[in-house]
């Protein structure tokens, strides 16, 4: 069993920005990609970012050169820079343990419980 827990979430201006973080427990998987997810009052949730064990990473495009993934594979963590943050990247931010790069929720093992983000103009 896995367990995320995301930190790092808040309130921000726009054009502001916030460092999420994911710490992993338990056994797992090592082949596991492990992404962030967001969703929005209203609408679905969507793949922001993935990043496999190899450190390659996908983006979403509404994200792009915007958001950075990283991970720490010794602290078993995983982190979402995020800059020039805008008010639609408002929404709750989810870590997760995915079996590939793939920003697809379908590809999802497990999830964190979440992190709120809100940008304000």
Partial sequence: QVQLVE???GSVQVGGSLRLSCA???YYYEG???GWFRQAPGKEREGVAVI???GI???GDP??????ISRDNAKNTLYLEMNTLKPEDTALYYCAALRA?????GYVDYWGQGTQVTVSS
Avoid: I, M, P
């Fill in 52 to 54: 496999d064990a190899d």
């Fill in 7 to 9: 930190s790092g979430g």
């Fill in 32 to 34: 596991y990609s492990w």
């Fill in 101 to 105: 790069r793939r920003l697809r929720v």
């Fill in 63 to 68: 994200v792009k050169g915007r958001f950075t």
């Fill in 24 to 26: 992993a427990y338990g």
């Fill in 57 to 59: 990473a996908n983006y």
